[in-house]
C-alpha cells in the first residue's frame, strides 16, 4: 500500500503545482486505449478542497510545446450530487494531453484522485442508501476547456456502490478532446433487488477506463477469383456431399418395410404350402415385390 | 397387404403433395395480397375538353402525383408519381394533347401525351432569383405557327413551344425587390401583361409582346398603404388587392398603361368589420371573394370600377375557376356545405342573380367541407348545358358530382398516411352479423370438384377461369369476425387530413371512417396536426363484451410547445368515444406496459417542459403508476442540439401546474455529441410488442451464446457534420459514420464503432439482439449495410447442464441494468446494390419462425431478404458443423434474387412505412406498405410450417380415400374367391 501512497502523493503534487513534468515522460505510442488507474487509497489529507473547486474547474494546465506530437498535463474535476441536491466537487482527473502530428489530440495516462466524503457527505449519502436514491456525478464535455457544451451527467443507485469500501467504475467514452458520455456504476453486478448495505470503509476504490472510438470492420471485398469459385452470390448453400441414407431415408424406410414383410411371408409361405395369399391381378406396383417369391412358391 | 400398400401410396401423395414453394407462383397474386392505389389531396384539376377526350380529367395532387382520371368511373388512366422533392407548382393541357407541368419550384416543365402518358419533352428553366411559379397556356397565341407556353418562375418569364419544349424567348425581371404576382394574357391579344409589387409600396406593370418577349411598356405607381398577400384579376386589365392593413380594397386598373388606383374601405361595403380581409384568388371575370375570418363575401366589380358585394356568408365557400361556356360567357360554381348537404350554384359571370344551376347534395358528414370545385359542362340530350363538378373535401377525397348524384368517390386521403396501428376484429357470436358467407354442401362440393379438376389438368379454360375468380373472391377473407389464424384484422390509419380509417387485411375494403373532430380546424386551433395512434384499450377477458379503442394525439400547430388533443375512437363501430383538448404539450408518448382493471393501457404523456402526464386520469391508474414510479425511466432525443438525455421520475408536479396525474421528471444521464464533429441522423429503438422467443443461440460446435435481449437499447448513427449534406458531397476522408448502442436506462454507451468514409442516410431497423443499417460507403461508392449482434456474457457459463438442473444458475435471477454490463458485439459489413427508403422486420406471435428483412427499395417495391444473410459470423469457408447450423458462405455482397421481391409485379408508390403484425400462426406475419399506395401481404418466412395452404385439396384426399377403400374391397373379395377356387381344387 505504500507504494500507491507515493504514487497519489506524486501526482497530487504534480497537478498542485504543476510541475513540469521532467521526472516520467512517457513516450509510449498509444497502442491500447484503455489506461487503468486504480485509486484505493483513502487520503488522510485534510478533507478542505484542492484550490481548483468552482464548477468551471481547472483551467489545463498544460506546457505548450512548440513542435508537435507534444504532451502536455490537464485536469478537470469530477462532481457529484446526493438525490437532486446541487454539484459539489468530488475528484480531479489528471491525465496527459498528447497532440498528433495530423492535429488530433488525444488523452492518456488517466489518472484519478477522489476527495474522500466529509461527515455532511456521508450524512447525505447514507441518505441515499435509505431511500434507495440516485448518486449523480458529472464531467465537462470538453476537458480543455469546461464545461464544453453542457456537462456530462451519469447516475447510479446509490445501494449499487457500497461493498467492502464504495466501489466505483468510470467509462469515459472520449472523442479528441471531448467527453461524449460517462458510464458510472459498480465494478461489478447490482443484483435487484437492491439491499440496503452500509459500506464497511468510507473511502473509494475508483476504476477507470478511458475509451475511443473503434473502426468497424471493413465490408469484405473479393477478388474475381474467389468469387468465381463461390458460384454466383443468389446462391445458397452448395448442396453439401450427404450421406447414402440421409439421401434416400424416406425411400428405403418402406422398402425395408416391405423386405421384412416378403421375409415373414415367405417364412410363412412353406409351411402353408399352397395356401398362402394369393395376390391379386391389378394390385399397385409396390405388390410386385412379394409376389416374385410368393408365385415361385406357388409353381412348386 | 392392401394395408401395406395403401399405406405406401399414401406415402408416396404425401411427399409429391411435399413441393417446396419458394415465391409467388402467377395464380396466386391477389390471394392473400391486394393493392390500391390513390393520388393524394388534389390540388388543381383541368378538364379535357376536346371532343374525343371528354371524359377525361388531369389532376395534380399534394402527393406530387399528375394523372389522368376516368370521368365516368374515376378510374385512373396514368400516373407519375414526381417523387417527394419535385413538387408540382401548375398542370394544364395543350394543344388538346398535351399535358404540360410545372414542378420544382418552376425548374422543371414537362409535357405528357394525354393518351398513354408517355413523356413527350422536359426542358429545364433556370432565372435569376427565387420568386413564385405562374403557368399560363393561352389558347390562340402562335409564334410562326407554334402554340407557345407561358412560363413566369425564378424571376423570368419564359415563353416555350409546346412541340417540343424549346425556349423561344425570354425576359428577365430582375427588380431587387419585385415580386410578380400575376401574369395576365387578354385573350385574342400579342400582349402580356406581368403586374407585381416592389418594395411593397410601389405596383409595377410591364407590358411585353408576346411574339418576341420585348418589353412595351414599363410602369409603376406608388400607392402608401402598402399591399398585402394577393392580387386576383378581375379584368384583363384590371387586378383587385389589398392594402397593408388588409381592411381596403384596391381596385388597380392599368388600362392603355395608365395606372390608376381606387380605393374601397371593406367597412364600406358590410356594415359590420371582421377584422383584416384575405383575398380568395379566382379567374372569374369581374367578381372575387374576400375572406374575414370565418366570412366569405363574394364581391361584383362593376364596369367603372365600382364594387359591390352580392353574397355574404358564413358557411364556408369555395369558387370554381371560369368555364367559358358560349362566346364570351363564363360560367363559375359555388359549393358550400350546411349540414347533411352541400349546395352547388352554377352562375354566369356577368349574371349573379340567376342560377344556371341549383343542386343539393346529400354528402357524408364524415368527408368535412368542400376545399375546391371544378367544373366542366357537357351537353344534356335536350341540347342545353349541363354541369359536373369535381369536388375536393376536407378529409382529401375526391367526388364527381353530377345531375344532384355523387358519380364516384376517391378515398384520395389514403395517400398521405401518418400512422397505422391494427385491431383484432369481433370474435364469431350469434349476434353478430356474419356476411352471407356460408356455402350450402353443394356448391362446396362443386368448387372441390373444380379444383381437383385443375389438378388433374382435366379442366376447361373456362373451368380455370372459374377456380380462380372462386379462389379470388373467396368470401371467407373479407368477413367481419375473428378467424382461428389471426389473418383477419382491421388497419386502423391516421391520415393527414385527421381521418381515421379502418381497413379490413381481407380485402382492403373500408370498414368505417371518421374524420376527427380533434384534428378539424377551429377557432381555437388554426393548424392541428395529427401524430400519432396508439392502442388504448385490447380488451382480452372482456373480449366479448367490450369494444377495442384507440388513442389519436394530436397536436394544435407545428411549434413544440402547441397544446396537444386526444381521441378516443371504438375500433369496431368507428364512433369517438371521448375527445380532450390538453392543456400542455406533447413532445412524446410513452405507451406503459401497465394496464387498468378495465384494460386500458397507461400512457404517460411527457410535454416541452419536460413535465410527465399520465392518462388514463384515473385513481385506479394513479394508483397503478405510483407503484412503478421508480422503474419508470425514459430518454429524450434533441438531434439539432446533439444531446441524447435519460430521464426518471421523481414525484408529483409542484408549483402551479398542480394536476394529480402530473408528475415532475429528473435528469439522470446525459450523452453530449461534439458538435463540430457528430450530427445525430438516426435512432431506432426495439418495437415495444416484439416477443422473442428463446435468449440462447446455438452455435455451431454445440457451445450456447445468450443474447443481450434488452427493451432498453437505443441504436443511435451520427455523421461527421461536414457529411450530413447529400451523398458524394464531401470526400471520404471528411466523412465519417458512428454506430452507438446505448442503454436508455443508465446511458451506458454499450458498442460503439465508426465507419471511415461513410455517409447518411442512416436507415436500420433493431430485433432482438441485432441491428441492422444501411448507409453509403464513399470509399467504395457503393451502399452498404451492417449489421451489430450483441451477446451476453454475464450468462455464458450456463453451459454445464448439471448446473441448470440442480438450478445453480443465475438464467431466472431478476436483471439489473445498474450491473455493469458483460456484453461482446459481432459485427459485419456487406455491399447492398439498392438505395433504400425504409426497412422493417416481420414479426410473429411467439418469435420462432425465423426472421427477414423488409427493404422498401428505391423503386417502391418490397424486398424480403433473409436475416441469415446478414449473420456476422459468415465465414468465407464454413465448416460442416457451421453449415448444418445455416450459416451461408461469406459474400462481399447481398444477394438480390427477384422473386423474393414480396410486391412481385405491383410498386408501392411514394412508399413511406412498411408495418408487420404477427398473425395468430406462428409461421405468418402480416405486411403492410404505405405510401401513395397501399398493398398488403401475408409473408411466411419459414414457408407455412404450421398449416395446409389454402388451396390444399381435400377432395383429392377424399376421392384418394374412398378410391383406396374400393380397391382394398375388391381385392379382399378377389382374394377369398381366388382361395376357395385354389382350395377346391
Redesign the interface.
Known sequence: MKWVKVIVSFILTLSFLSFPSCAFQSDELLVDDEEFGLEGAPQHRSPEPIPTRSPPVTSPTRKRHSDLDSDSKIQFSLDHAFG?SDFSPAGTFSARLKTWSHGGQTLTKLRFSRNSFSDVEKEKFKNLLES?D?Y?IRLP??VLSPP??????????AR?LPRESLDE?F?I?M??V????V?Y??????????NLKLPAKWSFSSHTVL?N??????????TEE??GG?NA??E???P?ERSFWAKYW?YLI?LG??VM?AITQAMNMPEEQ??G????????S??AV?RGPSSAVRRR | ?AI??F???F?LFF?SSLNPILSLYEDQVGLVDWHQQYLGKVKQAVFHTHKTGRKRVVVSTEENVVALLDLRQGEIFWRHVLGSNDVIDGIDIALGKYVITLSSGGSILRAWNLPDGQMVWESSLRGPKHSKSLLLVPTNLKIEKDNIVIIFSNGRLNAVSCIDGEVLWEKDFEGESLEVQQVIQPPGSNLIYVVGFASSSLFEMYQINALNGELLKHESAAFSGGFLGEVSPVFSETVVALDSTGLILLTVSFQNGMISFQQTPISNLVKDSFGPAKIIPSSVTGIFAIKMNAVTIVIRVTDENKLEVVEKTNHETSISDALPVSEGQQAFALVQRAGPEIHLRVKLAHNWDDNLLKESVKMDQHRGLVHKIYINNYIRTDKSYGFRALIVMEDHSLLLLQQGEIVWSREDGLASIIDVTTSELPVERDGVSVAKVEHNLFEWLKGHMLKLKGTLMLASPQDIAAIQSMRLKNSEKSKMTRDHNGFRKLLIVLTRAGKLFALHTGDGHIVWSYLLQSLQKSKVCQHPIGLNLYKWQVPHHHAMDENPSVLVIGKCGPSSDAPGALSFVDTYTGKELSSLSLVHSVAQVIPLPYTDSTEQRLHLLIDADKHAHLYPKTPEAISIFEREL?NIYWYSVEDDNG?IKGH?L?GKCTGEVADEVCFDT??????????E??KIIATVTRKLNEVVHTQAKVIADQEVMYKYISRNLLFVATVALKGSGEIGSVTPEESWL??YLIDTV????LH?????GSQGPVHAVFSENWVVYHYF?LK?HRY?M?VIEIYDQ?RADNKDVWKLVLGKHNLT????L???PDVITK?????FTHSVKTIAVTSTTKGITSKQLLIGTIGDQVLALDKRFLDPRRT?NPT?AE?EE?I??????L???PQSYVTHALRVEGLRGIITVPAKLESTTLVFAHGVDLFFTQLAPSRTYDSLTDDFNYALLLITIVALVAAIS??WT??ER??LQ??WR
Not at chain 1, 394369393?278 to 394390385?283: K, R
Not at chain 2, 429528473?666 to 458538435?675: A, D, G, K, Q, T
Not at chain 2, 443508465?746 to 454507451?749: F, H, S
Open positions: 437532486d434507495d440516485f449523480r464535455s470538453n464544453g457544451r453542457d456537462f456530462i451527467i451519469s447516475s447510479v443507485k449499487c467504475h467509462v467514452h472523442e479528441g471531448n467527453v461524449l458520455a458510464n456504476g459498480s465494478p461489478g453486478s447490482c443484483p435487484y433487488p437492491r475509451k472510438r473503434e473502426q468497424a470492420p471493413r465490408a469484405p471485398v473479393f474467389i468469387l463461390e452470390e443468389g445458397v448453400l452448395q453439401a424416406m418402406p418395410l416391405i414383410n399352397a395356401t395369399l394369393v395376390p391379386a391381378q391389378g394390385q399397385p409396390a405388390g412379394q | 397387404m401395406r400398400s399405406l405406401i401410396l406415402i411427399f421508480s444531446i426518471a421523481r429528473r435528469e439522470l444521464w446525459s450523452i453530449v455529441f461534439p458538435s464533429s457528430e458512428v454506430a443508465t446511458g451506458r454507451i460503439r464503432v465508426t465507419h471511415h460507403n467504395a452498404e451492417s454475464s435471477s431478476p436483471i439489473s445498474y450491473s455493469r459485427s459485419q459489413s456487406y455491399f468465407v460442416q453449415k445455416g451461408i458462405p461469406l459474400t462481399d455482397s444477394p438480390i434474387i375388391l381385392t378377389l382374394s381366388k382361395e385354389e382350395n
